[in-house]
């Protein structure tokens, strides 16, 4: 059996290469003319781990080739982004021209497959009708559905096989035919639903958990105003068997909590309150953050401030849709501060500001701001950074620091009495 994958991304290249792995003959189609020709050679444009040694192994045995072509094949996937407009509405464009691309290389009794996070409905009025303008049957003549992917970055290929899929056909034999594709590779559930099921519940999964980490921040809002401890608040109340309190931290960002409750709140607006006020709570977090660090700073002429990690979450190189980044801005706007900034596992050509060394940035500081929860901020050495910095205080605003608080002062989101 042949499948064509059509955007070759996080999702679409692991996803190719697992099926190529599975004896599929699998064409890759990308936008990308640098992309094609560097997996024709068996390597690979992103980072992945375990990718870049299957992919190898599927390229030399010629089960996985690219193009920036579609070919004739029995499946199809579609997984290209759907970035978000300026407006906050989703921008679907990469997803209709991925179909448009398909439409004329499809055949009666093709599996067209959307992989993409998209709105509610885009399978039955976007997808489907374009299909319908190519004059197929898309009730008879095609199998469509909408399989959203689940997977965490760092553990894709694991979550790819492992992980429940939920796969929504716009007919139920279209959902079959789907479902089926997938048992081939995935050793977890594969559960049949309609298209717009599917559509829903991959968005409530983030929605979920972008609404409990609203809860959490605006509980270190309302402690910080009250003078308590937020983190053992939670500590707490977590020990009540079915609580589940999230954390507080400096925002929430990535490409995926940060934008997929957005396509609920296009489609249902006069309804989705909780989770717009959530999205607007989670965006007011790196002020709340940089209004921390005035306060903490309100009584020094030229405060040095050194802020910890800039990536969205911690152990990752991604940068994008980061509150750090917002929070470095708004710092470096107000020229009150003398600023550095530091983070192993980012390059200085990622950013537009300089980056510094662990001692450049810590050296004479009034005060360390940790934005991100590397495994090297959990492991800080309190002796040696009170002894670099001028005053040590740290502002740890992912709660990850295991300092000593009688080298250092340590405040928290959520503990910083008024
Ligand atoms: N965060 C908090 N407090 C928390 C948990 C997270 O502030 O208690 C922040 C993180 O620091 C980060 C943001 O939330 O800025 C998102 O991080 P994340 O680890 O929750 O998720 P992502 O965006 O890397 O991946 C999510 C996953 N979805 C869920 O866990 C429900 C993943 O399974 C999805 O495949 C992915 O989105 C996606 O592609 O949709």
Redesign the pocket.
């Known amino acids: 059996e042949k499948i064509c994958v059509v955007g070759l991304g996080y999702i679409g290249l692991p996803t190719s290469a697992i099926f190529a792995r599975a004896g599929y003959n699998v064409l890759g189609v990308d936008v990308s003319e640098r992309v094609i020709e560097k997996l024709n050679r068996g390597e690979i444009h992103i980072e992945e781990v375990g990718l870049p040694e299957i992919v190898k192994q599927v390229v030399n045995e010629g089960k996985l080739r690219a193009s920036v072509t579609p070919e004739e094949a029995d499946v199809f996937i579609i997984a290209v982004p759907t970035p978000i407009h300026e407006d906050l509405t989703a921008n679907v464009d990469y997803v209709i021209s991925a179909t448009k691309a398909i439409a004329p290389y499809l055949k009666k009794g093709n599996i067209v497959i959307v992989e993409s ?1 998209i709105p509610p409905r885009t399978m039955d009025d976007v997808v489907a009708p374009i299909l319908r303008e190519q004059g197929f049957d898309t009730e008879k003549d095609l199998y469509l559905a909408h399989c959203p ?5 760092g553990r894709i290929l694991i979550e790819l096989v492992e992980n429940t899929r939920i796969v929504g056909g716009t007919t139920p034999e279209a959902a079959k035919q789907a479902a089926d594709v997938y048992r081939k590779i995935v050793t977890g559930d594969v559960i049949e639903t309609e298209a717009v099921t599917a559509e829903m519940s991959k968005l409530m ?2 929605t ?2 972008d609404v409990n ?1 609203a809860l ?1 921040n605006e509980l270190a809002k309302i402690s910080q105003r009250l003078g308590v401890d937020a983190h053992k608040v939670i500590e707490l109340a977590n020990k009540h068997p079915r609580v589940n309190i ?4 400096p ?7 940060a934008v ?1 409750p957005y396509f609920i709140v296009e489609k249902a607006t006069e309804e989705a309150k909780l989770i717009k006020l959530s999205r607007d709570i989670n965006n007011s977090m790196p002020h709340f953050v940089t209004t921390q660090v005035h306060r903490l700073t309100a009584e020094l002429d030229q405060p040095r401030v050194a802020v910890f990690g800039l990536t ?2 911690g152990n990752i190189d991604d940068v994008r849709e980061s ?1 750090a980044l917002e929070i470095v801005e708004m710092l470096l706007d107000n020229k009150r501060y003398d600023l550095k900034v530091y983070d192993p596992h980012v390059q200085q050509e990622q950013v537009e500001f300089p980056l510094s060394s662990f001692e450049e940035a810590v050296k004479d500081a009034h005060l360390v701001v940790v934005l991100a929860d590397h495994n090297e901020f959990k492991s800080l050495n309190g002796e040696e950074l009170a002894s670099l910095m001028r005053t040590p205080v740290v502002f740890d605003t992912k709660n990850c620091t295991n300092l000593d608080e009688e080298q250092l002062t340590v405040y928290r989101i959520g503990n910083l009495m008024n």
Do not use: M, Q, S, W
């Not at 992917?149 to 970055?153: G, K, T, Y």
């Not at 999230?246 to 931290?249: A, E, K, Q």
């Open positions: 996070t992917e689940r997977v965490l970055p999964e983030n979920f958990r980490i959490a999230h954390h507080p931290g925002g929430v960002g990535g490409h995926c909590l997929d969205y979450k509150p």
